[in-house]
């Protein structure tokens, strides 16, 4: 159920968003750079309206190198919270396309989604991404390959980050340069009182959580605090280790979610 503060936040977010829609909409058909600018600030309208602080510590890219940011993953809270840093897109599962609303949104975020039903699914995701990091695109990845329980990171998986090396190696079109960006993202509090650990998994969602209720009830809840750690740049050629260069991002991201979970909010 929604409280009033629920409702009074939707009756803002709702417009905003069908008014933005048809900008976002009409700015990627033309393929304008407002379609990497109008999300990042409709997300931080978003955040703003419920109450999210957000700390950011390290330096994000700075909009002009090729990188493919390795992130852990909590909640769908987590797209407008990283969204608000810095133009990007996402990689997504096959199924978000087809939800109602959000797959639309992920749409106008250019989001590349990849099906993990098909073998070879991996391999044309590869390519696509490879693709948009070679335009010099920021996408995320979240390596865990699903949501965790706001408690432990679960290991990251690298057969995506082969997404680095396509870009490269290209015979035709290399990349210049391919950065992997460590990325933890931390809920540290709520209300400005430190997050405890049996109040972490309230704001996961994960496993068989219904989406409706869930987001229901952050809308209606108190402010969440957050933050943010960037890892240093990981240089990625076509001689890189993909799976120890995978490995080097997750633990970067493992020690700054313990140091963020440690200073609270």
């Not at 058909?29 to 999300?39: E, V, Y």
């Not at 890219?61 to 992130?71: D, F, H, Q, T, Y």
């Not at 939800?99 to 070879?120: H, M, N, S, Y």
Request: net charge positive.
């Amino acid at each position: 159920m929604l409280s009033l503060r629920g409702i009074l936040r939707l009756s803002l977010i709702v417009p905003a968003t069908l008014v933005g829609i048809p900008l976002q909409a009409l700015a990627v058909r033309l393929d304008s750079r407002a379609a990497r600018l109008i999300p990042l600030v409709y997300h931080r309208f978003i955040c703003r309206v419920l109450g999210i602080r957000i700390k950011v510590a390290g330096r994000p890219p700075n909009g002009r190198e090729a990188a493919l940011i390795l992130a852990n993953h909590i909640s769908w809270l987590d797209i407008p919270v990283i969204s608000t840093l810095t133009p990007l897109s996402f990689i997504a599962k096959a199924e978000v396309n087809g939800w109602p609303v959000v797959g639309l949104l992920a749409r106008l975020q250019r989001t590349v989604f990849i099906d993990r039903t098909r073998r070879k699914a991996t391999a044309a995701t590869n390519v696509e991404v490879a693709h948009r990091l070679r335009r010099g695109d920021a996408m995320v990845l979240f390596a865990e390959g699903t949501t965790g329980d706001g408690l432990r990171i679960l290991p990251f998986r690298s057969a995506l980050v082969g997404a680095a090396r396509d870009a490269v190696t290209d015979a035709e079109a290399p990349a210049s340069e391919i950065v992997l960006r460590p990325l933890a993202i931390t809920y540290v509090g709520r209300h400005g009182l430190p997050l405890g650990r049996n109040e972490r998994p309230a704001i996961a969602w994960h496993g068989d959580m219904e989406l409706a209720p869930h987001l229901a009830a952050v809308v209606s809840g108190a402010p969440f605090d957050v933050r943010i750690t960037w890892g240093e740049p990981i240089a990625f050629n076509g001689g890189t280790d993909r799976k120890a260069a995978t490995k080097a991002a997750e633990d970067v991201v493992r020690a700054a979610a313990r140091a963020a979970r440690a200073s609270g909010p």
